[in-house]
Nanobody, 124 residues
Framework: QVQLVESGGRLVQSGGSLKISCALS????????MGWFRQAPGKEREFVAA????????DYADSVKGRFTISRDNAKNTVYLQMNTLKPEDTAVYYC?????????????????WGQGTQVTVSS
């Protein structure tokens, strides 16, 4: 049974940094493309970042490019999102997702498994 569990979300001041994590269990982690999405109140779930199974390729939404960095540790079955220079508009529930097949993957329907999310709140 595949499970994804996010952790690390919290309240942070504008301009600050935060690193969140997602651990996968029940499947071969190294075979999955891993992605991060976020959803703010009243908005659709949107793509944030994705990383290839080997970590050799990454993709970012324009809104976070240069501020966020996705990484993965296959030995720990964990994907990370390092968030720097946070803005109030980054406030959202952040979800990790796992998918197989083609690259890149930037849409919700392109992923097979989802975590429950972790809340990130950026105060002004």
């Amino acid at each position: 049974q595949v499970q994804l569990v996010e952790s690390g979300g919290r309240l942070v001041q504008s301009g600050g940094s935060l690193k969140i994590s997602c651990a996968l269990s029940g499947a071969p982690f190294s075979t999955y493309i891993m992605g991060w999405f976020r959803q703010a109140p009243g908005k659709e779930r949107e793509f944030v970042a994705a990383i290839w199974w080997s970590g050799s390729n990454s993709d970012y939404a324009d809104s976070v490019k240069g501020r966020f960095t996705i990484s993965r540790d296959n030995a720990k079955n964990t994907v990370y999102l390092q968030m720097n220079t946070l803005k109030p508009e980054d406030t959202a529930v952040y979800y990790c997702a796992a998918g197989t097949g083609s690259w890149p993957r930037v849409q919700v329907h392109e992923y097979d498994y989802w975590g429950q999310g972790t809340q990130v709140t950026v105060s002004s």
